[in-house]
């Protein structure tokens, strides 16, 4: 229901769930398994890990072409070796070579983890201590399958790409149209579809001074984007959610990222239309990370701010 209130999230995404419909996978799903993500890209290109990851090698095969993804979740004891096993097989069947299988270190451990292309949460969790992974390919086709388990359910992530040609979209020479979307209008669309997808919308582009909860100047386009989300949707009420990177104690950390988030909150039940009390703001330090802590570039992606639905 808090979903199917997202009517400007749901307008921006009309036909999605008929573009389901068309994209059944032929290779199946597990007995009783919920679809809890899909998402299809006409052309597009897909880092295929084809061996265990380490903090020195990465190695990946990138395939181009139509491109497929799913995620599945079941109730139950079902393992991470069943699933693996079943698509492996059907893969098979379908004239797949199998080109590399790992469970847990053998992939690489934590650089696996944040080294791949995972769907974000709540669509697809993923837990260190029990994970497999199965890479596929044949002419002109390959496939990986990601399946863990967490909370009492087995979660099951499948990527396909058909190796298909570019399609040719380019519109006869001085005849192609002016731009129709703004930055601020694609902004808008990814906040909406990925409350609408994931339930969750990190809000990149919100930055603060350095080790305080001053949001700066460069911040207000965002904010104004995510009010404009509120707006649309004044039923809804929203968590606020503040992130850090692991640099220094957690506690510290856990306040900073709770004054950010009420920072954030504050600022948006202040916009024209929002209202209070809409906005609850929380803090959870670096216990969430979206990337690795090793590098600038992953605790860059780690310290932000995202909006929840409860």
Known sequence: MIRAALALALALLAGAAAAQEEAAPE???????????FLTRSFDEYALPTGRFTREEKPVRVVEGAVREFVYRLE????????IRNYGRRFEELGYDILFECAGDECGGFDFRFGTYLVEPPAMRFDLADFRYLAVEAEG????VTASRQGGRLYVQIVAVAGEAAPERMTPAGAAPAPRAKPGEARLYEIARRLTEDGAAPLDGIAFEAGSAQLTAESGPVLDEVAKVLR???DLSFLVVGHTDNE?????????????AEAVAARLEAAEGVGSGRLIPYGVGFLAPRAS??????????????????
């Open 27 to 37: 290779f199946g799903a597990l007995e009783g398994a919920e679809l809890s993500h």
């Open 141 to 144: 086709r390959a496939a990986s």
């Open 248 to 260: 220094g104690a957690l506690t510290p950390n856990i306040a900073l990222s709770l004054k950010r």
């Open 293 to 310: 802590n090793m590098s600038e570039e992953g605790r860059a992606l780690n310290r932000r701010v995202e909006l929840v639905l409860p």
């Open 232 to 234: 649309a949707n004044p």
């Open 76 to 83: 139950g004891e079902t393992s991470t070796l069943e699933a």
